[in-house]
């Protein structure tokens, strides 16, 4: 998981169709963060958190594309990010139960979802536990999964987040305790206080919770109507109006520019009509969205194509979370028989124990080649033509030093694989390197 950059990490629960709070407070920060030249960006469609707050299957599939479709109309580049659906990362399940086998019941008790659940339970002289199902309780431990498998720096999240991220701090660094390494770094809550809270329709915070929100994505005919339903005082055109309790001013700027809020605010105090400020509301956000809209209408009906590209994020992912996952296998003892306590085959001379190899030889065209093979004769990688031996020896050298180093070990694979080879057991390749490289370890210190 070796990397210069900061790792910051977002997740989207696709439980519902996106509105224009989310648009404001999630998506468009969010995309302008990607740009970070010092940062590699995850971002991920949370469907198996999603099935917590919806039992409805067809919900969760139409949101998951609603909301796919949405980010990557607003502009989110799958080549400069990490874009994945969380079901088609295997290990983050895997890593949900081992870090539930370390975290301690009493932290979970402690969780404000469960809390607020089993409160509300005894305030109507319920059984605490009734209705509430274990998704909802381990919650934190999935949540946690998502952001130590990656091993996150930073989380943006909304301050009712806050305590899910001190708990993924908490259970990587019990785990880290328990089985005596930095397997995970500790991960902190990214707050920002400037990205704006949109009042719904009729004065709550937009949320689909209180049913007052306004869809991001509906056409320009419907977006009006819905406008000119916010709720607003019984002023009339010509009286002074307050900008800052008003529900259209708030909305307003969170779309226009410096210069555009302070006209409006000197329209407020001009008198503007409720109609004609509804208007300009309007025309400034349909400036903003119709662009995007249509790109999205694109999208939304070629889930082929989305599908097509959350794969290929997923793919892109696994590369990290592969490997990761085979090192927290070991360190747990979910590893070989034929493993040492750390992981690496303690072999004797003369012993009976398989270990991988990693032979060179030359073939009749006269160019040398390498493979390796697992320690059950499966063979893993099998590599390109060299001109020289030296250079293949360079390689597997380089492979073996580079096996607790997933981003070299992956770049060294790619390179000296054939460039017609399309799929590599990047797990099982890292697995049979770090039990090579540990023998010579071992060897070497025996020398000393």
């Known amino acids: 998981m070796s990397s210069d950059k900061r790792r910051i990490l977002t997740g989207i629960t696709t439980s519902g169709t996106p509105h224009l709070g989310n648009y404001v407070g999630a998506i468009r920060p969010a995309i302008a963060a990607s740009h970070r030249v010092d940062a590699e960006s995850?971002?991920?469609?949370?469907?198996?958190?999603?099935?917590?707050?919806?039992?409805?299957?067809a919900r969760v599939q139409q949101s998951t594309l609603e909301i796919a479709a949405?980010?990557?109309?607003?502009?989110?580049?799958?080549?400069?990010?990490f874009f994945y659906r969380q079901s088609d990362?295997?290990?983050?399940?895997?890593?949900?139960?081992?870090?539930?086998?370390?975290?301690?019941?009493?932290l979970l008790n402690r969780a404000h979802a469960y809390k607020a659940a089993v409160d509300q339970n005894t305030a109507g002289g319920e059984d605490p536990d009734a209705g509430i199902n274990a998704g909802l309780y381990m919650y934190p431990v999935l949540m946690a999964a998502d952001i130590l498998i990656f091993n996150a720096h930073e989380v943006p999240v909304g301050r009712d987040q806050i305590q899910h991220i001190e708990m993924a701090r908490d259970i990587g660094q019990r785990f880290n305790h328990l089985y005596g390494d930095d397997y995970f770094v500790a991960p902190v809550a990214k707050i920002d206080d400037n990205v704006a809270t949109l009042p719904g329709t009729d004065g709550r915070k937009m949320s689909k919770s209180y049913d007052n929100t306004i869809p991001l994505w509906l056409p320009a005919k419907d977006l009006k109507k819905a406008i000119l339903g916010i709720v607003t005082d019984s002023r009339a055109p010509g009286d002074a109006k307050d900008p800052d309790s008003s529900n259209v001013f708030?909305?307003?700027?969170?779309?226009?520019t410096a210069d555009e809020t302070a006209q409006m605010r000197e329209s407020f105090a001009d008198g503007i009509g409720w109609g004609?400020?509804?208007?300009?509301?309007?025309?400034?956000?349909?400036?903003?969205?119709?662009?995007?809209?249509?790109?999205?209408d694109a999208l939304i009906a070629k889930p082929d194509a989305i599908e097509e590209q959350l794969l290929a994020g997923a793919n892109k992912?696994?590369?990290?979370?592969?490997?990761?996952?085979?090192?927290?296998?070991?360190?747990?003892?979910?590893?070989?028989?034929?493993?040492?306590?750390?992981?690496?085959?303690?072999?004797?001379?003369?012993?009976?124990?398989?270990?991988?190899?990693?032979?060179?030889?030359?073939?009749?065209?006269?160019?040398?080649?390498?493979k390796l093979?697992?320690?059950?004769?499966?063979?893993?990688?099998?590599?390109?033509?060299?001109?020289s031996p030296k250079d293949a020896g360079r390689v597997t050298a380089e492979l073996v030093d580079a096996a607790d180093d997933a981003p070299t070990l992956a770049a060294l694979v790619l390179k000296s694989a054939p460039a017609d080879e399309l799929a590599l057991p990047t797990?099982?390749?890292?697995?049979?390197?770090?039990?090579?490289?540990?023998?010579?370890?071992?060897?070497?210190?025996?020398?000393?």
């Open 42 to 57: 995850f971002y991920f469609l949370a469907d198996y958190h999603a099935l917590v707050k919806t039992g409805d299957p």
């Open 70 to 81: 949405s980010w990557l109309a607003c502009g989110l580049d799958p080549e400069r990010v």
């Open 89 to 106: 990362i295997p290990e983050i399940p895997e890593l949900t139960w081992l870090l539930t086998c370390v975290t301690a019941k009493g």
């Open 250 to 256: 708030s909305i307003f700027k969170a779309f226009a």
């Open 276 to 296: 004609e400020a509804k208007q300009k509301l309007f025309e400034r956000i349909d400036a903003d969205l119709s662009a995007p809209r249509a790109r999205y």
């Open 317 to 370: 992912a696994r590369t990290r979370s592969v490997d990761f996952i085979e090192r927290l296998r070991a360190a747990v003892g979910i590893r070989s028989l034929t493993a040492g306590p750390t992981g690496s085959v303690d072999a004797q001379p003369g012993s009976s124990i398989s270990v991988p190899q990693l032979k060179s030889y030359r073939e009749a065209d006269g160019k040398f080649y390498f």
């Open 373 to 387: 093979s697992a320690s059950d004769g499966t063979v893993l990688l099998q590599s390109r033509a060299f001109d």
């Open 427 to 448: 797990g099982s390749i890292a697995a049979a390197l770090a039990i090579l490289k540990a023998g010579k370890v071992a060897k070497d210190s025996t020398k000393k």
